[in-house]
């Protein structure tokens, strides 16, 4: 009977095979597509965490954060550029270098937003720090246009190579870079969840976050607190924008733009305030986008992401891990 | 700051000075510093050092005036003005302006007979800027909703007229009510859902909405063009044209029937002067709104949401209203751009718009319609005149954002709420 029933079994496979051997090529094209949307959606998660820090501490939507983003890119292109300048080339200490210099730079331009744009309107109308932050956000491009100019800028390829998987003309791959992407932007969550959850600062964000005048009558010293909240923030842009322009090796003074709306769409996704719902709104939204422009049209892929931000925003305005907002009075 | 309390006061200034100057340096110098060229650089640290020594020395002027009475006193004049709310205006509104009014009207009707082609379709643009500020005004302005996708609206009334025109026959005359219908009715779909939740998921889901717009029109190439874009007919008045020979069997051009000479610029002019009677009839209209329960209740709920809907005022539906007229107001905008360019395409409706025509009502004051209009000429004719300037323009928009918001937040225009009596009664 056993042996009987194996017969069937393994002839249906046979049959299963043969009808389906187009179809296995797709799912190495779904295979494919699912790991290119896992890295851009580490990306996207690591930007979200930015507005979503800023969005739960002072409630605002920091618009120029995207384009802090496209800045990190090009302080990236810029180090590389001065470290071969002076003759280093091996590819740890180049990224190790790299990696330091933008996020301490782009931390104090975060700092320095703050600062300047965003803390003179604490006590502000509502609308004042948005349209501050559209106007920082402006003033980024067009300094960064001018400076350096619109055209699209590149850097060159420092990892090459692949994991493989399947045979040798139907196959998907994981390159090195995305590897190294996605391990990345996981560790440098890790370490701010870290610090969130369990340092001393960490307890000041979430009780200046939890109540701003609270924390204040307490001895939270809540305007430090509120720069290191963007400090945070803009580390994380700086991260996303050193694996971005390692990963894809072009930018212009553009990408910062629609990124950003993406990755404000991935925090809304996740629920805007929390933390590793930034990093599943970004993967969710990766992929999703990436399986839609590997499988239906890749001239939507934007249309789909925007869309799905009206929609999420309509039917689950609190996201997949937020709590819902109660309106104190 | 950086100063322990045993410092010298004037030694800690100058130390925060100096922190500030390289702080200044060490953003600027990345970028402005180190120019790409391919892989290589070329560096000039020529333009960051000049910004820190200007930020050096007004950190330190401003830190040392505030260490002297004197000093004190120029800077609080300086200060943002933190005065708070609207004030009412005088009863009976100013009198000069009733014979002020009508000599403007005057003037703005017998101008373009003065004006020479190019300058014609510069003020063309310029007053289209008028009716989209006043448009987003009504939105942002008096209802306090921030509006970032405002563009789209324009687009929907462009393209209204435009593909109107191609698959449907529409002239100008008939899309311009559809436009304004199609657009409000647009507003109302997207409007609807979101002004139910918190004020700010509106501005990134019409930041939202206007790229959507923008990518389906780009991409949606068999039915929109695509990039190259869709050609929009000439308007008509009673069937005659403007152009040098009827187009359409039957018709009749202009310069024939009044038996001058054809001129091209007969067009412009005549846009310009449909436009012109728009832009008045809007002035009059929002003024007229301001004065109604609708328009009070705008007002109301920009300055307090919460004591509104304690009040027993329906928040969704008032500002529904607000966005809805807005919307319109930007599909009729749409409607005169199409017809004066004869030809519109997605790269005319880029989130860059959205955010000029949200800079002309920011510096003009939100809420004021007269800071509404200058905002808008000087805008849109200034750039015109600066051409040198031009790759800077964006620049010294957000520049003026973040100042204006930072300076004066209420706008350089200080707003009256119009003067109510209920009749009979003694308020």
């Known amino acids: 009977m056993a042996g009987h029933a194996g017969i069937l079994i393994n002839s249906k496979s046979i049959l299963l095979q043969k009808t389906f051997r187009c179809s296995t090529m797709e799912s190495h094209i779904l295979g494919q597509q699912l790991v290119n949307g896992l890295a851009l959606g580490s990306i996207y998660g690591l930007i979200a965490v930015g507005y979503t820090m800023v969005y739960g501490i002072i409630g605002m939507i920091n618009f120029a954060h995207g384009d802090i983003y496209m800045v990190a890119a090009y302080i990236t292109a810029i180090c590389i550029a001065v470290l071969s300048f002076f003759g280093i080339n091996t590819v740890a200490i180049v990224l190790l270098i790299t990696l330091a210099v933008t996020i301490f730079i782009i931390a104090l331009y975060g700092w320095s937003i703050e600062r300047v744009a965003y803390k003179p309107l604490r006590n502000s109308t509502r609308l004042a720090p948005l349209i501050s932050a559209i106007g920082v956000s402006l003033i980024l491009q067009n300094y960064v246009q001018v400076s350096q100019g619109a055209r699209t800028q590149a850097v060159p390829t420092m990892i090459q190579g692949a994991f493989r998987f399947g045979s040798e003309t139907d196959f998907f791959q994981i390159t090195y870079i995305q590897t190294l992407l996605v391990v990345v932007s996981f560790l440098s969550m890790g370490i701010l969840t870290w610090i969130i959850q369990k340092t001393s600062l960490g307890r000041q964000c979430r009780a200046v976050q939890q109540d701003r005048k609270m924390a204040s009558l307490l001895g939270i010293n809540t305007d430090r607190i509120i720069s290191t909240v963007f400090i945070m923030g803009s580390s994380m842009a700086a991260v996303a924008g050193v694996l971005v322009t390692l990963n894809y090796g072009s930018f212009d003074f553009y990408i910062g733009f629609v990124t950003g709306i993406k990755a404000f769409t991935a925090a809304v996704l996740g629920g805007i305030g929390s933390l590793p719902g930034a990093m599943l709104g970004g993967i969710i939204l990766g992929m999703s986008e990436s399986l839609f422009s590997g499988l239906v049209n890749t001239d939507y892929k934007d249309v789909f992401a925007f869309s799905l931000l009206v929609l999420v925003l309509i039917f689950r305005p609190s996201g997949l891990l937020g709590k819902p907002a109660v309106e104190k009075v | ?427």
Not at chain 2, 136 to 157: C, E, K, R, W
Not at chain 2, 295 to 321: F, P, Q, Y
């Open chain 2, 1 to 427: 700051m950086l100063g322990t309390a045993h410092d010298n006061p004037k030694v800690a200034a100058l130390k925060e000075a100096l922190l500030s100057a390289a702080i200044t340096f060490l953003v600027m110098a990345p970028i402005s510093g180190i120019v790409l060229k391919g892989y290589a650089f070329e560096a000039d640290f020529t333009v960051p050092v000049y910004a820190a020594l200007i930020v050096f020395v007004l950190r330190l002027a401003i830190l040392l005036l505030e260490q002297n009475e004197t000093g004190r006193k120029i800077l609080v004049r300086l200060s943002p003005s933190k005065g708070g709310g609207v004030t009412v205006a005088k009863p009976g509104g100013v009198p000069w302006l009733r014979f002020i009014l009508p000599l403007l009207f005057i003037a703005g009707l017998v101008l373009p007979f003065f004006l020479g082609k190019y300058w014609l379709t510069v003020v063309i643009l310029a007053m289209i800027y008028v009716l989209l500020g006043l448009g987003l005004n009504i939105v942002v302005g008096l209802a306090g909703l921030l509006d970032l996708g405002f563009v789209a609206f324009y687009a929907v009334g462009a393209y209204m007229f435009a593909l109107g025109s191609q698959y449907w026959g529409l002239g100008f005359w008939t899309a311009l009510p559809l436009a304004a219908a199609t657009a409000a009715l647009f507003g109302g779909m997207l409007g609807f859902p979101v002004l139910r939740m918190h004020g700010d998921y509106l501005a990134i889901v019409t930041l939202g909405f206007g790229e959507i717009i923008r990518l389906v029109l780009n991409n949606w190439t068999s039915f929109t063009g695509g990039p190259n874009g869709v050609s929009a007919p000439n308007p008509t008045l009673f069937n005659l044209e403007f152009s040098r020979s009827a187009k359409i069997e039957g018709n009749i051009p202009f310069h024939e029937f009044f038996g001058i000479p054809y001129d091209s610029s007969l067009k412009y002019l005549f846009i310009y002067m449909v436009l012109f009677l728009v832009v008045c009839a809007m002035i009059y209209f929002v003024n007229r709104l301001r004065l109604m329960p609708m328009g009070r209740a705008w007002e109301a709920l920009r300055e307090d949401e919460i004591a509104c809907r304690s009040m027993g005022i329906n928040h969704v539906t008032v500002k529904l209203s607000a966005f809805m007229m807005g919307a319109m107001t930007g599909g009729i905008g749409g409607v005169f751009f199409a017809a004066y360019q004869g030809f519109v395409n997605p790269s005319s409706f880029t989130f860059f718009e959205s955010a000029l025509i949200l800079a002309i009502v920011v510096l003009g004051g939100m809420g004021s319609v007269v800071g509404v209009i200058i905002a808008a000429l000087v805008l849109t004719i200034l750039p015109e005149a600066l051409r040198d300037f031009a790759d800077y323009r964006v620049l010294i928009f957000g520049i003026l954002m973040v100042v204006m918001m930072i300076w004066k937040p209420r706008g350089l225009i200080r707003i009256h709420r119009p003067y109510f009596r209920v009749k009979g009664g003694k308020a």
